[in-house]
């Protein structure tokens, strides 16, 4: 069972909230969904990355790291999902925190959204 | 432009005379990006998505002025302290992200300019002479987030 729960906006990186998952390096939000049942779980709010063709890998992957404190690694494996799969899902959050990190890629004019977690 | 020294708290960055001008012209044209650019949700499923899409736009433009403002007091001529080579200027590492920013806002907003092309950028001279500056703009851009981005290379 994955237990989920709001850690604040610790330094390890918001995507570490996820009880059950130790040893895995990303948030899996898809992997968090297909457990509990859709009455039981607030399934709160998905922070979205989408691809577009102007900003640069490196600068992508720097903006990951400062924003969420995630290791490069970690930033890099995002960076080239939006890359390749055209978005990314970065973190799952309540509403306030989601629209928080949103604020934050956005000032560095990522194309971030928001958007309703099913 | 490249770095010369990484401290602690800061990076120096050597630039030769032409690059510093270049560098300024940059950041002079700050702000590019329109502030309405930005979108909270795409699927417009979120509760009170007009009331937290204004709250958006004031976040943006709240900081859109404090960095106009910073800017300004970054340009002042004495930051750049001539050496043989041309120009050393430090970078705070707040300072860092601040530049950051501005100078992508310069990168995305020229590109916006030049109608958000996905296409070979060649190819877009070639049928748009007239976009001559957004391009070499937002090239130049880019050539500096990535000598900036070089200050966190360690190995470099």
Same mark, same amino acid.
């Given at each position: 069972m994955v237990i989920c729960t709001d850690l604040g906006l610790d330094s390890e990186g918001a995507g570490n909230y996820c009880f059950g998952m130790a040893g895995t390096a990303?948030?899996?939000?898809?992997?968090?969904?297909?457990?509990?049942?859709?009455?039981?779980?607030?399934?709160?709010?998905?922070?979205?990355?989408?691809?577009?063709?102007?900003?640069?890998?490196?600068?992508?992957?720097?903006?990951?790291q400062a924003v969420f +404190?995630?290791?490069?690694?970690?930033?890099?494996?995002?960076?080239?999902?939006?890359?390749?799969? +055209?978005?990314?899902?970065?973190?799952?959050? +309540?509403?306030?925190?989601? #629209?928080?990190?949103?604020?934050?890629?956005?000032?560095?004019?990522?194309?971030?959204?928001?958007?309703?977690? #099913? | 432009m490249k770095v010369y020294r990484r401290q602690k708290e800061s990076f120096i960055y050597e630039l030769l005379p032409q690059e510093r001008q270049l560098l300024m012209f940059i950041l002079r044209s700050f702000p590019l990006v329109p502030l309405s650019?930005?979108?909270l949700s795409q699927g417009g499923q979120l509760p009170?998505?007009?009331?937290?899409?204004?709250?958006?736009?004031e976040a943006l433009a709240e900081q859109r002025l404090e960095q106009q403002q910073w800017v300004k007091e970054w340009l002042d001529a004495t930051r750049f302290r001539p050496v043989k080579a041309g120009f050393h200027v430090t970078v705070t590492r707040d300072d860092?992200?601040?530049?950051?920013?501005?100078?992508n806002d310069v990168r995305v907003g020229s590109w916006l300019a030049l109608g958000s092309p996905e296409a070979d950028m060649e190819?877009?001279?070639?049928?748009?002479? #007239?976009?001559?500056?957004?391009?070499?703009?937002?090239?130049?851009?880019?050539?500096?987030?990535?000598?900036?981005?070089?200050g966190l290379n360690e190995g470099a």
């Open positions: 990303s948030p899996e939000v898809e992997q968090a969904q297909q457990t509990g049942s859709k009455d039981s779980v607030d399934h709160g709010y998905v922070v979205i990355c989408w691809n577009d063709p102007i900003n640069l890998m490196d600068y992508v992957t720097h903006v990951f +404190g995630w290791p490069r690694p970690r930033a890099q494996k995002h960076m080239l999902q939006v890359h390749q799969e +055209g978005k990314s899902v970065l973190v799952r959050e +309540g509403l306030e925190k989601a #629209e928080f990190y949103v604020h934050q890629l956005q000032k560095y004019h990522l194309h971030a959204t928001l958007e309703r977690a #099913e | 650019h930005h979108r009170d998505a007009e009331a937290n899409q204004e709250l958006l736009a860092f992200e601040t530049l950051l920013q501005i100078i190819e877009l001279l070639e049928s748009k002479p #007239e976009s001559t500056t957004e391009l070499h703009r937002m090239q130049l851009a880019g050539y500096f987030q990535m000598a900036l981005l070089e």
